[in-house]
């Protein structure tokens, strides 16, 4: 397996590689990730259909990227994924999926088509005072002292920041800054997280600096993630003979070695409640999604506040009992065993009349029944004691929703202290609770707030013990490589396996993962495609430059005398140069 870029690859079909035919797959899990490896098994490794099946443990596909109407609850979406133009895998694999909606198309083409007549932004990224604008104004309010500690981390080595927290790297100065309020809530970083996942996001996404206080970066989907991305994916899969086994827990993959091989020799799975085994040889590739953000997540509803389960999870019971046949495959302890430090809860509310609606339009300054962007991203609630977000995608957000409701999605990153009208933590509260909380901040009169929470919506709330494990400190080898060393026909897939300069919690992550673990075990020559390189590009370093500094100079930061001086000589050396041009392109000088 190796990387590429440019469009020499991007566009050419790999040979069949040699023996694919006598060759088998089993995947375990049928998430983001495990769906796009039986993709590039059919397409680019050419292997049958009927060869390649999929053990989910669940009754349906889709892991995280989920979008479910529940016939005794109503519409569920336990998260949403902010996508971005260069998730270059991502779009290399939905290129090649056909459409549900429209014939002879891809579903990167009609999301290409969507996206270009309605881009999305927003016009109220967070309030204040009940749904007041937060007069952030786009600027990132960031110190010269702030800015500095943001370049320090950029510009430090994976290695020195293993095991380290972002607030072993940031002061006070950074978090007063709007630029944190962006960051935490739009990718759900706490301080207790991991510095090196901070870095790897500020070089990852260092492109769209400009965009983080308006989501202008950013594009979406016309439905849920489970209906405009995972069920194309399965009807792909499915119409290539492809075998999906469900209601089917793997327990175990017991491995053989010899010598530097390891060799995948059985999987141990239960099967509607009987315990089966699968007896493989070298031909019979693996393929696991080892842990998961949205295992044990429990459902409340609109009476009932949903229970935090603890006890241990079926996918990080796998993880365990593969890790402990040797240490190449990782150490599952490091992220799932503080559910504290990485639990929070979302909730999905529909409104059922005409009464909440006219206060989304007042806040988000946007027809939410329009058919096109609302809220444009999350908005949100600067003074919320749970630090909630909400976001209304376009709306029908499924398929089959009536044309006068509207689907919600709320969160809050702090589920365990008081709410600002509900004085009860987030966590014990039901969906009518979180309710009368949004309602709150949306600047619903009071005295008739309990009533139309009662009346005009349902909320559907979901409680996720792991939703951050992927973001905690953790050194190397922690997250395994996606093919572990020495290893002939397993890998790993997904959000905790460990692959270069990537981020997780990306549905582009889960997608690479997928790419790099079938070109490796069947050795595909088709380069993936490397990440975008953006942190190396001079010109988008100096343009987030200038974004973070709000329009600040140089000459304008507070420097020492002896370094003021040698800037005053920098810069007498640059004139008439390009370097000079560049730095007065993006305002800097």
Not at 35 to 43: E, H, I, S, Y
Not at 245 to 258: A, D, L, P, R
Not at 490 to 506: E, I, K, P, Y
């Amino acid at each position: 397996m190796y990387y590429s870029n440019g469009n020499y690859e991007a566009f050419a079909r790999p040979e069949k590689p040699a023996d694919v035919d006598r060759k088998s797959a089993y995947l375990v899990g049928a998430g983001l990730a495990s769906l796009a490896a039986a993709c590039f098994l059919v397409r680019d490794g050419q292997m049958k259909g009927e060869h390649i099946h999929i053990l989910e443990e669940m009754n349906i596909a889709g892991g995280a990227c989920d979008g479910i109407n529940d016939p005794t609850k109503g519409f569920v979406i336990r998260g949403g994924r902010e996508m971005e133009n260069h998730f270059e895998c991502l779009w290399d694999l939905f290129r090649s999926i056909p459409s549900l909606e429209t014939e002879g198309v891809s579903v990167l083409d009609e999301y290409y088509w969507l996206n270009k007549k309605d881009p999305n932004y927003s016009l109220m990224r967070a309030t204040v005072n009940r749904g007041e604008d937060a007069h952030t104004d786009g600027k990132f309010g960031l110190s010269d002292k702030a800015a500095m500690e943001i370049v320090k981390l950029f510009f430090t080595k994976d290695e020195d920041l293993y095991d380290k927290t972002i607030q072993d790297v940031f002061t006070e100065d950074f978090y007063k800054s709007n630029f944190w309020l962006y960051w935490r809530t739009m990718f759900a970083f706490e301080e207790w997280h991991s510095a090196l996942e901070m870095k790897l996001y500020i070089q990852r996404f260092i492109h769209h600096i400009g965009g983080l206080p308006d989501f202008s970066a950013l594009k979406f989907t016309k439905y849920n993630q489970y209906e405009s991305l995972i069920l194309p994916m399965v009807k792909y899969l499915e119409s290539h003979g492809v075998n999906f086994q469900y209601n089917t827990q793997v327990t175990n993959v017991i491995f053989e070695k010899e010598g530097n091989k390891k060799i995948a020799k059985q999987i141990v799975c239960i099967h509607n409640g009987k315990e089966e085994k699968i007896d493989l040889v070298e031909d019979d590739l693996v393929f696991v999604t080892n842990g998961s953000c949205t295992e044990n997540a429990t459902l409340g509803d609109h009476d009932t506040a949903p229970v935090l389960n603890t006890e241990e999870g079926g996918c990080w019971r796998l993880w365990r009992n593969i890790a402990e046949q040797d240490p190449d495959f990782g150490h599952p302890d490091k992220f799932c065993t503080n559910i504290k430090a990485t639990n929070w809860e979302s909730a999905t509310v529909t409104t059922l009349d005409d009464r909440i609606p006219p206060y989304i339009e007042k806040v988000c300054k946007r027809d939410p029944f329009s058919g096109k962007v609302v809220t444009g991203g999350i908005i949100t609630v600067k003074d919320s004691s749970w630090l909630m977000s909400y976001t209304l995608n376009r709306q029908p957000h499924f398929k089959s929703q009536p044309e006068d409701q509207l689907v919600v999605w709320v969160y809050g990153l702090f589920t365990d202290v008081p709410g600002d009208f509900i004085k009860k933590p987030m966590k014990e509260c039901t969906g009518y609770e979180i309710t009368q909380e949004w309602l709150y901040h949306l600047g619903v009169p009071v005295d008739e707030i309990p009533e139309m929470a009662k009346n005009s919506a349902r909320a559907i709330p979901c409680m996720m013990p792991y939703i951050t494990a992927f973001f905690m400190p953790r050194t190397a080898g922690d997250r395994p490589k996606v093919v572990p060393e020495g290893c002939v026909n397993f890998a790993f897939l997904g959000q905790f396996a460990d692959t270069v300069r990537d981020t997780v919690f990306t549905t582009e992550y889960s997608v690479r993962t997928a790419m790099e673990a079938v070109y490796t075990l069947l050795d595909v020559d088709r380069g993936v495609p490397e990440v975008f390189n953006s942190c190396y590009d001079i010109r988008v370093l100096l343009d987030s430059t200038s974004k973070m500094m709000d329009g600040k100079k140089i000459t304008d930061m507070k420097l020492p005398l002896k370094a003021k001086m040698v800037e005053k000589k920098l810069f007498k050396e640059i004139q008439g140069t390009v370097i000079e041009e560049l730095l007065q392109r993006y305002k800097l000088i």
